[in-house]
T-cell receptor, first 118, second 113 residues
Framework: GAVVSQHPSRVICKSGTSVKIECRSL??????MFWYRQFPKQSLMLMAT?????????EQGVEKDKFLINHASLTLSTLTVTSAHPEDSSFYIC??????????????FGPGTRLTVT | AQSVSQHNHHVILSEAASLELGCNYS??????LFWYVQYPGQHLQLLLK??????LVKGIKGFEAEFIKSKFSFNLRKPSVQWSDTAEYFC???????????FGKGTTLSVSS
């Protein structure tokens, strides 16, 4: 199946700094990628939908200025957590959707990025 | 708004036992249903999916799920679990193919050998 990578896998940063997380589709082009956040023992919560060449669509309650998403190419979307605070510590997961896969539009998930803000 | 509930938070089984994990969704229209598995330290993998047709769906690794529209349910089953099935299982739904998924809270399955 298709492969989605994320970098870094783990990052520790100080409060007030910014962190960039990359999501790449390695063997297919993804016009749409999704960013999720997962708290311990909790479900994955959709943060935003990232579309190549256009602005991301954020879910209600997600701060656009804090979680900057850029989908500059068909294989790369980035999530930048700006002015990070300890409450931003979480597991961030991206998924990528193949542009054409029949009616199913299967999504492929990255391995996730563990962000710890100290 | 759509939501997904998974009834079992943590299930503990012995090898060879049968498994059924419950999943119910709340949405009145057409839905697409998924089960994902997350093995320790690994990324989410698709076990099976339902879009239309036969409500009994067979997936990888011997898993199957049955869509019961009248009950808004999509329960996951496996007749005989193995130790290697120890993982976190997530039920998910979307209403339009290709849109973001709404996930349940997940069920942790622990299988003892």
């Amino acid at each position: 199946g298709a492969v989605v990578s994320q970098h870094p896998s783990r990052v520790i940063c100080k409060s007030g700094t910014s962190v960039k997380i990359e999501c790449r589709s390695l063997d297919f082009q993804a016009t749409t990628m999704f960013w999720y956040r997962q708290f311990p023992k909790q479900s994955l919560m959709l943060m935003a939908t990232s579309n190549e060449g256009s602005k991301a669509t954020y879910e209600q309650g997600v701060e656009k200025d804090k979680f900057l998403i850029n989908h500059a190419s068909l294989t790369l979307s980035t999530l930048t957590v700006t002015s990070a605070h300890p409450e931003d510590s979480s597991f961030y997961i991206c998924s990528a959707r193949e542009p054409t896969s029949g009616v199913t539009y299967e999504q492929y998930f990255g391995p996730g990025t563990r962000l710890t803000v100290t | 708004a759509q939501s997904v509930s998974q009834h079992n938070h943590h299930v503990i089984l012995s090898e060879a036992a049968s498994l059924e994990l419950g999943c119910n969704y709340s949405y009145g229209g057409t839905v697409n249903l998924f089960w994902y598995v997350q093995y320790p330290g690994q990324h989410l993998q698709l076990l099976l999916k339902y879009f239309s047709g036969d409500p009994l769906v067979k997936g990888i690794k011997g898993f199957e799920a049955e869509f019961i529209k009248s009950k808004f349910s999509f329960n996951l089953r496996k007749p005989s679990v193995q130790w290697s099935d120890t993982a976190e299982y997530f039920c998910a739904v979307n209403s339009v193919a290709g849109t973001a998924l709404i996930f349940g809270k997940g069920t942790t399955l622990s299988v003892s050998s």
